[in-house]
């Protein structure tokens, strides 16, 4: 198991507590939003129970073959595996049944209630839990992970420095795959993200930024169609006639010649 010395570039300052590593220190360094999370997790006591989470997800990642893809795609990368804005869902948590010995499994975010509820989850002596705004950039060392794996990313607000930097810290051959829900191209929420110049405009926006920055684009699955909203109150789709999809991204680091 690689340790964090190796891992981590010489000049970021972290702490370990257990499996938890801070690259947060004291509430001034923490992103606001993190903090209202927060206070709407205690606020309504919300008890993230992830040890049930990740019981659950084994069956919700692992119910037909393009889930299972997501989960192999991941698992089949040897050394280390970090998942992106990980949240409550424990999505990835098949993936953690699949470690080897000389694999470790990075979860970020940075709400602490998240982090404490995925630090208890999982006792593997190869599992970290980063206290980190991945608006911040990655701490990680050049070509020193196998792959990343996040779930609805688009949530992070400078995604396109966070792809950048995920390529930046894979190695040659490395992997990347995601979850994201896209619009359809000609929609009016497909038209609104691309006037702001968002990268997850749609499907063939993201892929078309990947391979800009020196991804392959290994593939993808259409996981869920669905026009309109997921529930009330939305703010996306902008207009009910929308139609979006829940798509699965496969991507890797070329292997220069
Ligand atoms: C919409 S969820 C993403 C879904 C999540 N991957 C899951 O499967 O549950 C948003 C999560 O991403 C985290 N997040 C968003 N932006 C972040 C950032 N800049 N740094 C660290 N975590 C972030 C939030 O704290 C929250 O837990």
Redesign the pocket.
């Known amino acids: 198991m690689i340790s964090m010395k190796q891992l981590i570039k010489s000049d970021v300052k972290y702490s370990e507590d257990g499996n938890i590593i801070h690259f947060i220190f004291g509430d001034e360094d923490r992103?606001y939003?993190?903090k209202c999370?927060t206070e709407h997790l205690v606020t309504n006591k919300i008890d993230l129970n992830m040890s049930k989470r990740y019981e659950d997800q084994k069956d919700i990642m692992t119910k037909d073959e393009k889930h299972r893809r997501f989960i192999e795609f991941i698992s089949a990368a040897d050394g280390v595996k970090v998942?992106?804005?990980?949240?409550?869902?424990?999505?990835f948590s098949p993936i953690l049944d699949k470690l080897t010995e000389t694999d470790t499994f990075i979860v970020?975010?940075?709400?602490l209630p998240?982090i404490k509820a995925h630090s208890g989850a999982c006792g593997k002596s190869n599992f970290f839990v980063f206290d980190?705004?991945?608006?911040r950039g990655l701490p990680f060392t050049d070509n020193s992970i196998s792959a990343f794996s996040?779930?609805?990313?688009t949530?992070?607000?400078?995604l396109p420095n966070l792809m950048k930097e995920a390529y930046r810290c894979l190695k040659p051959g490395g992997r990347f795959a995601c979850i994201e829900v896209f619009y359809e191209q000609g929609s009016k929420s497909f038209e609104h993200l691309n006037a702001q110049g968002s990268i997850h405009a749609s499907f063939e926006t993201f892929v078309d930024f990947c391979k800009n920055i020196g991804f392959q684009y290994i593939g993808s699955d259409v996981l869920i169609t669905r026009q309109g909203k997921i529930a009330e109150g939305d703010l996306f789709p902008l207009d009910d006639n929308d139609y979006s999809s829940d798509r699965t991204i496969y991507l890797e680091k070329r292997v220069s010649k």
């Open positions: 992103p939003w993190s999370l998942d992106l804005a990980s949240g409550p869902s424990g999505y970020t975010d940075a709400c998240v980190i705004d991945l608006d996040g779930n609805f990313l949530n992070v607000e400078t």
